[in-house]
């Protein structure tokens, strides 16, 4: 792919898209960005690149610039802008950063996509691999872009790419050694228009290999396992509940590999430090990953082991007033949500959830999963969670308005939004119910 005085609009200054603008710069292109915020939400960004010849077009979208250009690089999240669409139905091509990449990297890509879990058995896989001996390295949407390793891959190297829809659509030829699909569920409705063509999207990852190809699909999905009738390549399933001939599964208290012979064992499910049913399956399909790419089943267990999540999903912030808060922030959506909320129904106190009134919280009272509140009033006795001398700053992250909370009760709690009356809920299920409000922080009282 010749890129040497190419005009290339980049649409997006963030990460991904000063990733895509630095190596379009590099190769010779004449490189324009585009973003809708000013100059001025970019500090001194601007400048530096505009030192690698870049032009900028900030604080809107001029059509002109989409059908003046040769190609269109668009950043992972843009929606497809009229301006966008009206370039491509002229014929001009549109490649997102990931297929930009694929044209020039060395080296193999394991590609992980689904609506739930990407990041976290993305990451759980690079560790797997890189305690296995592997030159493993994280990309995508999780990590670095992947096309900031083009021009330094080498052939032995591994890229685990956490991949989304929106990638996804703008891709040609992008094709993974291994392709894992954890799951499907209606998700980003908004931006593909409809659930096919965001399904669409993501079967490219797997329907895009050949014979020497390997895909790892959820076996209990039974949207993602029909694409085993669709694919050219060799295809493996995991799953807590079956037991493929080819994949990864549980049996008596243990992770199973099988790959059409005799049941290896890699770890014992005591050995997994995750919470959740839905973690197990993440664990599966890394662990599949892993021995499918000659880790030995001793590296997959210590690096299992040892992995402890990520920051914002189902963790652990501390205990306030006889009240747990669990960090599950990068719950954005109805699924995730659910999943995350199952981890918990085997204890036996009762939960709720602070959700927000966006899609989600609308969704929730829609389905009679929202009960109406009690209203109280804060009394001297309350203990403000940003003050606690022990969380540290960055765990406040998650209270931003917007994001989710989780509150598991022990003997029922009262949490408030600052500024405004107390919102508290009592319910017995995880599903049982959850409150929804607006604020930036929360103060907490204890129970009673």
């Known amino acids: 792919m010749e890129l040497k ?10 990460r991904t898209g000063r990733a895509a603008a630095r190596f379009l710069a590099g190769r010779g292109a004449r490189v324009l960005v585009t973003d809708r915020r000013p100059a001025e939400a970019f500090g001194r960004e601007v400048r530096a690149f505009a030192g690698l010849g870049v032009s900028f077009e900030l604080g809107g979208h001029r059509p002109g610039a989409f059908l003046e250009a040769d190609l269109i690089v668009p950043s992972p999240g843009v929606p497809p802008l009229p301006e966008l669409l009206a370039a491509r139905s002229k014929g001009v091509p549109v490649l997102s950063e990931i297929e930009l990449a694929f044209r020039f990297l060395r080296g193999r890509i394991v590609g992980v996509t689904g609506s739930n879990g990407k990041s976290t058995t993305s990451t759980l896989i690079h560790r797997i691999l890189r305690e296995g001996g592997l ?34 659509e703008y891709t040609e030829r992008f094709t993974p050694a291994v392709a894992a699909v954890l799951n499907v569920s209606e998700n980003h409705l908004d931006w593909h228009g409809s659930f096919e063509r965001y399904f669409e999207a993501k079967k ?154 966006t899609p989600l919280g609308r969704w929730l009272q829609g389905a009679g999963l929202l009960f109406a509140p009690q209203q109280g009033r804060l009394n001297d006795s309350r203990v403000r969670l940003r003050e606690a001398p022990h969380l540290e700053a960055k765990t406040l992250g998650y209270l931003e308005k917007g994001q989710l909370v989780q509150v598991l009760e022990r003997s029922g709690a009262r949490v408030r939004l600052q500024g405004m009356e107390a919102y508290w809920y009592r319910v017995q299920t995880a599903e049982g119910a959850v409150g929804w409000a607006y604020g930036q922080y929360i103060d907490l009282i204890g129970p009673g």
Not at 5 to 14: C, T
Not at 329 to 346: G, H, Q, W, Y
Request: no cysteine; glycine share 10%; proline share 6%.
């Open 5 to 14: 005085d190419k005009r290339v609009l980049v649409v997006g200054f963030e």
């Open 135 to 168: 030159e493993a390295f994280l990309a995508g949407n999780i990590g670095t872009p992947l096309v900031s390793f083009a021009d330094r891959s080498r052939d032995g190297h591994v890229y685990v790419t956490e991949v989304s829809s929106f990638q996804l």
């Open 204 to 357: 490219k990852l797997v329907l895009r290999q050949g014979p020497e190809g390997l895909a790892v699909l959820n076996r209990d999905d039974a949207r993602v396992w029909g694409l085993a009738a669709e694919a050219r390549s060799r295809v493996f399933g995991f799953s807590p509940t079956r037991r493929p001939a080819r994949g990864a599964f549980l049996d008596g208290g243990w992770v199973v590999f099988r790959d059409g012979g005799r049941p290896e064992r890699v770890l014992p499910v005591s050995r997994v430090p995750l919470p959740g049913a839905h973690n197990l399956e993440n664990v599966l399909a890394a662990a599949l990953v892993g021995r499918l790419l000659s880790v030995p089943a001793a590296a997959v267990r210590r690096a299992v082991a040892g992995f402890r999540g990520l920051e914002h999903r189902l963790e652990d912030v501390g205990t306030f007033g006889g009240v747990r808060f669990v960090n599950d922030s990068k719950a954005t959506t109805v699924a995730a949500t659910l999943r995350a909320l199952a981890s918990f129904d085997a204890q036996p106190n009762p939960q709720a959830l602070l959700v927000d009134a």
